[in-house]
């Protein structure tokens, strides 16, 4: 009797353990998506739980970021990125897996700016405190002296950047030549630089092809165009066309990122205008 009620007990735990195998084994498939697919694009934002990539055709897609999602390579602003998810995609789905297909040259200019406290932003040599947050900014030099230089940015503004006794500043700044700028507070006229860098002899060749973006805050819209208040404090006029992508609830007060190509004029015309939030 004992023997047969053993036999019975383990036939019960291997029917368990079959059936927990057989649970984890589902779970470890495509879940509730179906099927893998891929988007390929260059990385155009990048947080701790979300990342968005733009594709050759201007598209841009956004994804999410879990516990679960595989990170092989760096997530530096410009990589080339393959992403993987299950099912169809919508904006913010689970990234399955994201891998940097070829890395951006950080050794050039890309005209950016930003805090460095962004995910892969260049660094000073000597980072602030944890209360103040330094900002970046790369141009070309327009002039230089003792106690300032003329930066022209991406925008086609020149800014004055002022140095002072703790400014540390790298061999080979020039006119001409592209350097970068660590600063505290907003881009401004007379900021003062805590570190001044060499970044190459001269700028590259403007691409007339490439897509840039710029995010702001809608100050008025219209079925042709909308005027964006940027972060410098100028408005800009953003042309609609009729190939505009241009995502649904955009008002007065949203702010948006607008792509377009070429340099930032008072006036351009946008590939696609994204919806970042609405007031």
Same mark, same amino acid.
């Given at each position: 009797?004992?023997?047969?009620?053993?036999?019975?007990?383990?036939?019960?735990?291997?029917?368990?353990?079959?059936? !927990?195998?057989?649970?984890?084994? *589902?779970? *470890?498939?495509?879940?509730? $998506?179906?099927?893998?697919?891929?988007?390929?694009?260059?990385?155009?934002?990048?947080?701790?739980?979300?990342?968005?990539?733009?594709?050759?055709?201007?598209?841009?897609?956004?994804?999410?970021? *879990?516990?679960?999602?595989?990170?092989? #390579?760096?997530?530096?602003?410009? *990589?080339?990125?393959?992403?993987?998810?299950?099912? =169809?995609?919508?904006? $913010?789905?689970?990234?399955? !897996?994201? !891998?940097?297909?070829?890395?951006?040259?950080?050794?050039?200019?890309?005209?950016?700016? #930003?805090?460095?406290?962004?995910?892969?932003?260049?660094?000073?040599?000597?980072?602030?405190?944890?209360?103040?947050?330094?900002?970046?900014?790369? $141009?070309?030099?327009?002039?230089?002296?003792?106690?300032?230089?003329?930066?022209?940015? =991406?925008?086609? +503004?020149?800014?004055?950047?002022? +140095?002072?006794?703790? !400014?540390?500043? @790298?061999?080979?700044?020039?006119?001409?030549?592209?350097?970068?700028?660590?600063?505290?507070?907003?881009?401004?006229?007379?900021?003062?630089?805590?570190?001044?860098?060499?970044?190459?002899?001269?700028?590259?060749?403007?691409?007339?092809?490439?897509?840039?973006?710029?995010?702001?805050? &809608?100050?008025?819209?219209?079925?042709?165009?909308?005027?964006?208040?940027? =972060?410098?404090?100028?408005?800009?006029?953003?042309? +609609?066309?009729?190939?505009?992508?241009?995502?649904?609830?955009?008002?007065?007060?949203?702010? &948006?990122?607008?792509?377009? +190509? $070429?340099?930032?004029? @008072?006036?351009?015309?946008?590939?696609?205008?994204?919806?970042?939030?609405?007031?």
């Amino acid at each position: 009797m004992f023997k047969k009620c053993s036999l019975i007990i383990i036939i019960v735990l291997v029917f368990g353990l079959a059936l !927990t195998a057989c649970s984890e084994s *589902n779970n *470890n498939n495509t879940g509730s $998506g179906g099927t893998m697919s891929t988007k390929t694009g260059v990385l155009i934002e990048a947080s701790m739980h979300v990342i968005s990539i733009q594709a050759p055709d201007g598209s841009t897609y956004t994804f999410g970021i *879990n516990d679960n999602t595989v990170v092989e #390579g760096s997530e530096i602003l410009g *990589n080339t990125m393959s992403v993987s998810y299950n099912g =169809e995609y919508t904006s $913010g789905i689970i990234a399955i !897996t994201i !891998t940097t297909i070829t890395e951006v040259d950080q050794s050039g200019s890309s005209g950016s700016k #930003g805090p460095t406290s962004a995910p892969g932003a260049p660094q000073p040599k000597e980072p602030a405190s944890t209360q103040e947050t330094i900002w970046y900014m790369t $141009g070309t030099v327009m002039d230089v002296s003792m106690n300032q230089l003329q930066l022209k940015y =991406e925008d086609g +503004k020149t800014y004055t950047v002022l +140095k002072d006794d703790n !400014t540390k500043v @790298e061999e080979g700044i020039v006119v001409g030549c592209v350097a970068r700028v660590f600063h505290k507070g907003s881009m401004r006229n007379g900021m003062v630089a805590t570190e001044i860098h060499f970044i190459s002899a001269s700028p590259p060749a403007d691409n007339p092809d490439a897509v840039y973006y710029l995010t702001g805050t &809608v100050t008025d819209a219209s079925m042709s165009q909308l005027q964006l208040l940027y =972060e410098d404090g100028v408005v800009y006029t953003i042309i +609609k066309e009729d190939d505009t992508r241009v995502d649904p609830g955009i008002e007065v007060g949203s702010t &948006v990122r607008v792509f377009h +190509k $070429g340099h930032l004029t @008072e006036q351009m015309t946008a590939t696609e205008i994204r919806l970042i939030s609405n007031p």
